[in-house]
Every structure is written in C-alpha cells, then in structure tokens.
C-alpha cells in the first residue's frame, strides 16, 4: 500500500475542497493507505480535530499561502509514494518546481472552469504525473489545449452521500424557519466573490419579483468580501433594489469554516428551486446537493454546469463575455432578463419544476460517493505502480522552516 500526502483545504472546515477531500482521505485510509495532510487554512482552534491522520499546519507566512515553503520538509521527513493535490491549477503551481519533485508520483485533482486556459497553466500540468478533472468539459480543455501529458488525462466526477443529503419533510423545515408553505422560494449557496456574480442575481430577481408576495430569496453567503475574495458588501447591493423584504440572509459561521453538511441539507429543503447567476464552475458541488434534496436548478449554459443540471432545471445563456482574473480568463456573463424568464417559469409552472426535480434526485442517486470512489480506488493504484518505476532519489536534508501556527484572525 501507499503512502500518500494530500495537499489542499483542511477537512476541519466545511468549503466545497474540504468536503470532497474528507471524502477521500478516508476512503484512501480504508483501501489500506497511509495518509497526511498539508491542510490549507488549518488554523490554530482546530489542532485537537476528529480525524484519524496527521494534518500539518501553514504557518502563513512563512510556510507561503499553499504551504509551499513547509512541502520539502514534509516530504523529506514523511517520504510519501504519492502527492495527491486538489485546488486550481495556480494553486499548485510551486509543486513542479519544489527541491523533492523527483521523489513522489504527483495525482492532480483538479477545476477546470474556462477555456483557453493560461500558458502558464498548460505548463504546469504537463509537469503532472497524473492530472485528473472533475468535469467533461474540463477534460475537453486540457485535451484540446494541452500538447503532452504524462499519462492521459482523466475525468473522475465529484459525488455526494445522499444519506446525508436527501428529500426532506418541507412543511417540517419550514416551519421551524417560520416560512409559509404557500412561498416560492429560491436558494443560492456559495461564496460572496466576483466569479458568483451575485448582483446579477439580484438584479434578476428583482426583475421577477415585481407584483409578487409570494416569492422570497435565500442567500447562504458571507455578506461583505469574504475573507478578501473580492465580492461585495451585499447588504448595500441589496439596498438598491425594491426587494429587502423578500431576501433571506443566512444566520451562518466564518465564510472560512462554514455550516455543518447538516444544516445545508435543511437548508436545500426549504428550497422551491436552486440558482445561482455564476460565470462558471469547475463542477458545482451546490447544484448537486440540491439536486439530491429533490431541488432542481438554473445555471448558465457553461463549463461543468450544464453536465449537472441539463433536463434537471433550466440553463441560461451568456449575454456577454469579459476577462476576469490575473490571468485573463475568458468568462461569461449570465443574461439578467433570461434569467429572471426561468425563474418566472419555475414559478408558473409546478408540474414542470416537480419533474425537474424528480430528474435531478435520480441523477443525484447515480452520482452517490459509494458509485464515484472506485474510479479513485483505480486511480491510486496507477499511481503507486507508476511510482514503482521511479528510480531513487537522494533528498538534501532542506532549511528547516517553522511550522508553528500563529493567530490568524478571522
């Protein structure tokens, strides 16, 4: 069996990487391998965590934003067969160039959400002994723009364990929320940045909103720019349109650590429909717990999105494109009108929204972690033999770099 070091979000929070990599720490940990992890965002309240492999801290930063100045030290000490990665591209873009290289298979799980992708990316994944998308059309991409790899480039979904997301008793939830039975409601989940584009979500809203008591909109999001991700202080966003008594806001903990799995399943039970006016996604963890809740859903007509919730909700086109990130990467703008069209669909027409719903369970019911995780156990398994053909590496003993944590406030 292998020794892996994992390299991504710390499982002790509760964001979309967390949620995918607690998954499969464990999973990997019950196929008989020895696991560790370099956990971003480990902070110091969460030293005594439940979780059975060690988690080795960030001290930013002097062990750099990804823990990139701590990697030598961990891998000279720990020595894993395999360094598996879950995070963009310019997320790990230090592993080519790190002093161990040689020493580890690198498996690299990772969003594609926009295309082209950078040259600076195309370089970096070919540098990957194993790099793997989670979508479709992110293995499009890297196929089409990506001359070399070292093994072919596959494609492994996310999943979701719908035993604890599922179909829930509505008038229950509701009802403890105080919400009446008779309200049309629609759900966004998902972080306050520019890539979500938020405003265009209300702006579309208050479109459909107009000459309605019955519809209300539910947003489990920070409210200012979580944690310097460039969004918006959304209470005044809100504020400019006529539509501050139809917005639900979410009672919920730092935008770092999230909400319980738990409570998000309550949460995608009050729901009528789930939305989001995104540019993209690289898969869209969201749309797939609410589609095992039995919540269908409108996205837009790009990347991952259409994969999941196409004949399980309703997709909207671009009615514009920009440049977004250092990067420049070429992104849609969802169209405001059109959207505020699906909504009002979903809102007339009960039938038709019931069905979507229907559709987007047993979608949900075949994308089950227990079905996803075989193709991981596969993965794995090339991995460490393709390890075996390496030859031995002598490591230089690196610099010694302090990974005590220091407070990091929040």
Request: glycine share 6%; hydrophobic share 40%; with cysteine.
């Amino acid at each position: 069996m292998s020794r892996i070091l994992v390299v991504g979000e710390t499982p002790v929070i509760n964001s979309g990487f967390a949620n995918v990599l607690r998954r499969l720490n464990q999973y990997f940990i019950d196929q008989g391998h020895e696991v560790q992890q370099l956990g971003w965002c480990h902070l110091p309240h969460m030293e005594h965590h439940k979780f059975p492999y060690f988690i080795h801290p960030i001290n930013f930063p002097k062990g750099g934003y990804y823990g990139q100045e701590l990697f030598d030290g961990i891998v000279y000490d720990y020595k894993p067969d395999i360094v598996f990665s879950l995070g963009d591209v310019y997320m790990v873009d230090w592993i080519p160039k790190a002093k161990t290289r040689n020493s580890f298979t690198w498996v690299s799980y990772m969003p594609i959400d926009s295309a082209p992708i950078p040259k600076s990316w195309v370089k970096t994944i070919e540098e990957m002994d194993f790099p793997v998308t989670y979508s479709k059309f992110g293995e499009d991409v890297i196929k089409r723009q990506v001359p070399y790899t070292r093994n072919d480039v596959r494609m492994i979904y996310h999943g979701v364990d719908t035993k604890t997301f599922y179909p829930s008793d509505r008038t229950e939830i509701r009802g403890k929320n105080k919400i009446a039975l008779d309200k049309f409601i629609l759900l966004y989940v998902g972080v306050n940045s520019v890539r979500k584009q938020i405003p265009r979500l209300l702006e579309a809203f208050d479109i459909f909103a107009k000459e309605k008591e019955d519809v209300l909109l539910w947003l489990h999001t920070s409210l200012s720019h979580n944690a310097g991700k460039e969004g918006w202080f959304l209470r005044d966003v809100i504020n400019q349109y006529n539509i501050i008594n139809k917005i639900i806001l979410s009672k919920q903990a730092s935008p770092v650590a999230g909400v319980s799995e738990e409570t998000m399943r309550m949460t995608y039970n009050v729901a009528d429909v789930f939305v989001s006016a995104t540019q993209c996604e690289g898969f869209g963890l969201p749309f797939l717990e609410a589609a095992a809740c039995g919540v269908p859903s409108i996205g837009v007509n790009y990347s991952a999105i259409p994969e999941l919730i196409k004949d399980r909700g309703a997709v909207v086109p671009a009615s514009d494109w920009i440049l977004h990130t250092p990067y420049g990467m070429r992104r849609p703008l969802i169209d405001i009108r059109e959207l505020s069209k699906k909504m009002s669909f979903m809102y007339h027409n009960k039938n038709h929204r019931e069905q979507m719903g229907n559709n987007a369970l047993e979608f949900a019911l075949t994308m089950d972690w227990e079905k996803i995780l075989p193709s991981f156990k596969k993965l794995i398994e090339d991995a460490s033999n393709y390890n075996e053909h390496k030859p031995s590496i002598n490591i230089e003993k690196p610099v010694k770099v302090d990974r005590a944590i220091e407070s990091v406030e929040i």
